[in-house]
Every structure is written in C-alpha cells, then in structure tokens.
C-alpha cells in the first residue's frame, strides 16, 4: 500500500539536509544524518505513521537529536583528528563567481550567510546544545517550545542557550559579496604572480591561516598567524604547486578552488574586513573535496 505521507515526508529531504550541515558542519554526515531519520520513519508501523500530525516537524525533532548525540561525540573524534578540524565546504550554484554546481540539485545546502565559513567557524565553538538551540531558533525560526523537545530542556532554559550562543556571533557590517569577490581576485593575481608586496597589503596584519589535511594531505599542521609569514607561505605553496587557482563560491562566499589533472586539491575559504584578508581556511582533505571534483567534471550539471 502506498504512503500518502511519502510525498510530503520525501518533501523535506533538503530541509533536513540543510539544517544537518548547519550542526555538523559536514555534508557528508549530514547525508547519514538524513538517512538515519528516515529509516526511524519508516521503522514506525503504518498507525504510527498516521498518528503524527506534522511529519516534517517529526522528521527535524528526530534528525536534530541525532546531530546532539553525534555533536556530543564530536570532542572525542576532533582530538583523534590530524592537524586542524574545518567544517567541509560546500560548492555554489554557477553565478557570475564561475562556481560549479554539485551534480545532484537535491544535495545543495542554500547558500546564505548561515553557512559562510566564518559562521560555521563561530558555531563550532559553541556547546552542542547551544548550537542545536541557536541554529534551529535564530536559522530556521523554530519556537523555543519545540526546541525544548529536542534538548531535553525547558523553553526557558533553551532562551537562555540560543541567547548566550547569539553573543558569540560578529554583528559588525560585513562587505558585499562584490567587494568580497574584489579582494579574493585581487589576491589570486598577487599569488599567482608572486607578488608578495600585493599579498602582503591585500593581507591583515594579524590575519590567520589554517589549513585542514586531515592527515590524509601534506599541509601546514599549525595556524599561521600574522600577513606577512601567511604571503611568504603561500608564495612557497605556488613554488611547489603546478595547480591552477579557480574562482569559486565557497559556502556562498567568494572564494578559490586549486585543481591538478582535473581533480580540486584544495579549496580556499576566505573572510574579508576593512578591504583586507582577515581568516584564511585551506581545506585539503580529499575526503572534504568529493563534490567539488565532482563538480568540475560536471561543469554543465544545474542546466
């Protein structure tokens, strides 16, 4: 017999998947996340299933438990981690940046401010009950009611952590995504040809770097701190790398994508203040780049 519910229940694939990704920061465990929520539904029998009023809201209460057990977890995992831990970045529609889009339409997260690298950075830092109670309140306006549900704490209580969560965030004016592009290309032309004095001023002074290989890529373990060492690096970085530099949205910002033999090695993530570089995030980790090679070797894949 089929599920009338199947519709509306398969309706909210992308929904969950975009709300995963905001807690884990990995698509990839968002993914397992989503499927996992699934399969809870479909292990009800036929009269549970039509006994939930709101299958959607049954659907994020199940997935948003799921993800404060595994964010729970997450500590133990990130010190077995090689080097830096970067949340996995996610490839942008085409637009006017040059950016690919993944070969699967359903497997976008929306691109918005809400997953920029710099806003996954800040939530990564938070509590899992924090990040649980800000993302599904501040991100997708659930009511603190509902929320209550899922963190085993009071209304009250749950105010309180997307409160405390909402302090961490930088509410200062951020650039355009223009001028945002301006710099990113500005500085791709500087290390492309090696001009360090372009990098160098195109760089904050205490601008940092980090770089996630995962132990699975050779990278810089450490963060670089300072403009200055972050140009000379990425001047030694062009020394020894036959890469070509592509322009490409990252995370819905601007940013640049190195490719050899048509496969994405990297994918550079950059936040900008003031008309300067301010963070840098390198990610190499090839278990990070799955979609973005797919998406290379897919350049006409949203048409």
């Known amino acids: 017999m089929t599920d009338p519910q199947l519709p509306e229940v398969i309706s909210e694939r992308r929904q969950l998947i975009n709300l995963a990704y905001r807690l884990l920061g990995s698509l990839a465990e968002a993914e397992d996340v989503v ?7 479909y292990a009800l029998s036929e009269r549970q299933r039509r006994e939930v009023a709101a299958p959607g809201a049954w659907l994020t209460t199940v997935a948003s438990r799921i993800c404060l057990d595994l964010l729970g977890s997450a500590r133990a995992r990130r010190e077995r981690y090689v080097g830096e831990w970067i949340p996995e970045p996610v490839p942008g529609r085409s637009d006017e940046f040059g950016g690919p889009a993944p070969a699967d339409p359903a497997d976008r997260v929306t691109l918005d401010e809400s997953i920029s690298m710099a806003f996954l950075i800040v939530l990564d830092s938070m509590t899992p009950a924090e990040r649980v109670a800000f993302v599904l309140h501040d991100v997708f306006r ?6 209550a549900e899922v963190v085993g704490r009071t209304p009250a209580a749950c105010r309180q952590l997307a409160s405390s969560a909402r302090r961490r965030i930088d509410t200062s004016k951020r650039p355009s995504g223009a001028e945002r592009a301006e710099v990113v290309r500005d500085f791709k032309r500087a290390w492309e040809t090696s001009d360090i004095e372009a990098l160098i001023g195109l760089l904050d002074p205490e601008a940092i770097a980090t770089a996630d290989g995962g132990g699975l890529a050779v ?20 020394r020894n790398s036959a890469a070509t530099l592509l322009e490409r949205t990252v995370n819905g910002q601007p940013g640049l994508a190195a490719e050899l033999d048509g496969t994405i090695i990297s994918v550079h993530a950059f936040d900008v203040a003031d008309g300067r570089i301010t963070r840098i995030w390198v990610i190499r980790n090839p278990e990070k780049l799955r979609l ?10 949203d048409r």
């Open 35 to 41: 499927q996992e929520t699934y399969a809870r539904w």
């Open 292 to 301: 973005w090679t797919g998406a290379a070797n897919h350049p006409r894949a």
């Open 219 to 238: 990278t810089f373990l450490d963060p670089i701190v300072g403009g200055e060492r972050i140009a000379r690096a990425w001047l030694e970085i062009a």
């Open 142 to 147: 659930y009511p603190f009611a509902d929320i």
